[in-house]
């Protein structure tokens, strides 16, 4: 098993920033992948970034050139930097882990962070 906690969502005006972080433990050994997955309610839970154990990354559209995913092995943790916030960015946002172990994929969630984007 693998959990996940995450940190750092909260209130923003429209053009701040907000970090993301999320820290894994239990079995991490077997993660290749960690993203960032967002969801507003009635609509569906969405890929915002993720990132390789490689160092690998991948954005979303509507989130290149404002948010940045990094992460840092030596303390299990993914981060989320998110900059030039709108309003249309406002959700629940998830990090997920992504681990395959004798050719079954497994999906860990955290338990969400709310982020407020104020016009």
């Known amino acids: 098993q693998v959990q996940l906690v995450e940190s750092g969502g909260g209130l923003v005006q429209a053009g701040g920033s907000l970090r993301l972080s999320c820290a894994a433990s239990?079995?991490?050994?077997?993660?290749?992948?960690m993203g960032w997955y967002r969801q507003v309610l009635g609509k569906q839970r969405e890929l915002v970034a993720d990132?390789?154990?490689?160092?690998?990354?991948n954005y979303a559209d509507f989130v290149k050139g404002r948010f940045t995913i990094s992460r840092d092995n030596a303390k299990n943790t993914v981060y989320l930097q998110m900059n030039s916030l709108t309003p249309e960015d406002t959700a629940v946002y998830y990090c997920n882990a992504h681990r395959v172990v004798i050719a079954t994929a497994y999906n860990y969630w955290g338990q969400g962070t709310q982020v407020t984007v104020s016009a």
């Open positions: 990132i390789t154990s490689g160092g690998s990354t």
């Open positions: 239990g079995r991490i050994g077997s993660i290749n992948a």
